[in-house]
């Protein structure tokens, strides 16, 4: 079945470094994919979002390529923040943003 | 802004007894709602989708008479977990789907923790 593995966290850095969190998906069609955010009591909110193959989504210094051939959707930000700390999830969907298969989320903390 | 909530944000429950979480989306009207299960250190899990004025669709392996969802109203799902035992203990997430034109978005709530002694 359709399946979204993440780098197991926590993910502990200092502000400024660089950050990646991976991300591969299994799946049977072409997928969207999209990474989430998680603050600290807070729900889930959309980080960003790609379509289909070789899009960039971006949003707040944070960035992801879909990556067909090598089925991954790494996150990346250049230099992370202590604000940045949360859970990310990395996520699929096949049918036009209906039902999300969510990875098991990557906890990253930044210290100043 | 398009916030979803979730009431209560923590319920302890005997086993046995029945429990009911509500979700709202508070500045939209959503047709579609989605409930999921989050044990620790592991993905969510999409339980069931609740439309406004029909049954909703249960996920495989989910147990429809155990876990009672009902959509009344365009702002407002509800889950019941029936005759609750310790293994219903969970993070139980709700979001509701916003529709943009032809944009779709699932906004979450916060979750609920139930647990059952």
């Known amino acids: 079945g359709d399946s979204v593995t993440q780098m197991e966290g926590p993910v502990t850095l200092s502000e400024e470094a660089f950050l990646t969190i991976n991300c591969t998906y299994t799946?049977?069609?072409?997928?969207?994919l999209f990474w989430y955010v998680q603050y600290p009591g807070e729900g889930l909110q959309l980080l960003l979002k790609?379509?289909?193959?070789?899009d960039k989504g971006s949003n707040k210094g944070f960035e992801a390529t879909y990556r067909k051939e090598t089925t991954s959707f790494h996150l990346e930000k250049g230099s992370v923040q202590v604000s940045d700390s949360a859970v990310y999830f990395c996520?699929?969907?096949?049918?036009?943003?209906?039902?999300?298969?969510f990875g098991t989320g990557t906890r990253l903390l930044v210290s100043p | 802004g398009a916030v979803v909530s979730q009431h209560p944000s923590w319920v302890i429950c005997k086993s046995g007894t029945s429990v009911k979480i509500e979700c709202r989306s508070l500045d939209f009207q959503a047709t579609t709602m989605f409930w999921y299960r989050q044990f620790p250190k592991q993905s969510l899990m999409l339980m069931a989708t609740?439309?406004?004025?029909?049954?909703?669709?249960?996920e495989q392996g989910v147990e429809k008479d155990k876990f009672l969802i009902n959509h009344a109203s365009l702002t407002l799902s509800t889950l019941t977990v029936t005759s609750a035992h310790p293994e219903d203990s969970s993070f139980y997430i709700c979001?509701?789907?916003?529709?943009?034109?032809?944009?779709?978005?699932?906004?979450f709530g916060p979750g609920t923790r139930l647990t059952v002694t």
């Open positions: 996520a699929l969907t096949l049918d036009g943003f209906q039902k999300l298969v």
């Open positions: 609740s439309n406004e004025g029909s049954k909703a669709t249960y």
């Open positions: 979001s509701a789907q916003k529709i943009a034109g032809e944009s779709y978005e699932q906004y």
């Open positions: 799946a049977t069609g072409y997928p969207s």
């Open positions: 790609a379509t289909k193959a070789d």
